[in-house]
T-cell receptor, first 116, second 115 residues
Framework: DTGVSQNPRHKITKRGQNVTFRCDPI?????LYWYRQTLGQGPEFLTY????????KSRLLSDRFSAERPKGSFSTLEIQRTEQGDSAMYLC??????????????FGQGTRLTVV | AQTVTQSQPEMSVQEAETVTLSCTYD???????LFWYKQPPSRQMILVIR??????QNATENRFSVNFQKAAKSFSLKISDSQLGDAAMYFC????????????FGKGTSLLVTP
């Protein structure tokens, strides 16, 4: 297993377009998180899944954002009608419930979105 | 909501020297987890060290150690014998043991290591 994989690595889109990002977790990890990171800031939590269930959503996740994790495997994050303020790095992280709250979260390399 | 504060946007250390990065947090919980993550330029974030709040002993991982002061809500990271490969952004993060498992990150400290 090569770790958490995110695609694409970079995405440039015009304002108003829809974009979709994909995250493939480490195979035995049942929890999956999406974070957003803007320049000079730490990652901010967006949403998290345990298996296929979306258990928590941040208030940052406006109605233009939707995330899915069908069958508890890969996850997609879609942004509709993109705005310039959506420009950021979108990070995916995964871990396992087996080791409780102190478990290490493994991060992907992120998808850098630029809205022009 | 828990907040994490890293008051040093940038730090610099000479190779082989020791540097300490500061982190404070605000919480009303008694049980939680604290982490330091490293984010090298254009590479993914990786865990440096973690601390369970119920453990009094400070965590240590090779050249990395923490000074966990629960009453003061302080969680600093000490890097000994600094190496060029230690240059990166360092993020302090808090995770509740009660509500969800999301990490709350500070804004980060950029560490520069000079030869």
């Amino acid at each position: 297993d090569t770790g958490v994989s995110q695609n694409p690595r970079h995405k440039i889109t015009k304002r108003g377009q829809n974009v979709t990002f994909r995250c493939d977790p480490i195979s035995e990890h049942n929890r999956l998180y999406w974070y957003r990171q803007t320049l000079g800031q730490g990652p901010e939590f967006l949403t998290y899944f345990q298996n296929e269930a979306q258990l928590e959503k941040s208030r940052l996740l406006s109605d233009r954002f939707s995330a899915e994790r069908p069958k508890g495997s890969f996850s997609t994050l879609e942004i509709q009608r993109t705005e310039q303020g959506d420009s950021a790095m979108y990070l995916c992280a995964t871990d396992s419930t087996r080791r409780g709250g102190g478990t290490e979260a493994f991060f992907g390399q992120g998808t850098r979105l630029t809205v022009v | 909501a828990q907040t994490v504060t890293q008051s040093q946007p940038e730090m610099s250390v000479q190779e082989a020297e020791t540097v300490t990065l500061s982190c404070t947090y605000d919480t009303s919980e008694s049980d939680y987890y604290l982490f330091w993550y490293k984010q090298p330029p254009s590479r993914q974030m990786i865990l440096v060290i973690r601390q369970e709040a119920y453990k009094q002993q400070n965590a240590t991982e090779n050249r990395f150690s923490v000074n966990f002061q629960k009453a003061a809500k302080s969680f600093s990271l000490k890097i000994s014998d600094s190496q060029l490969g230690d240059a990166a952004m360092y993020f302090c993060a808090y995770r509740s043991s009660n509500s969800g498992y999301a990490l709350n990150f500070g804004k980060g400290t950029s560490l520069l290591v000079t030869p």
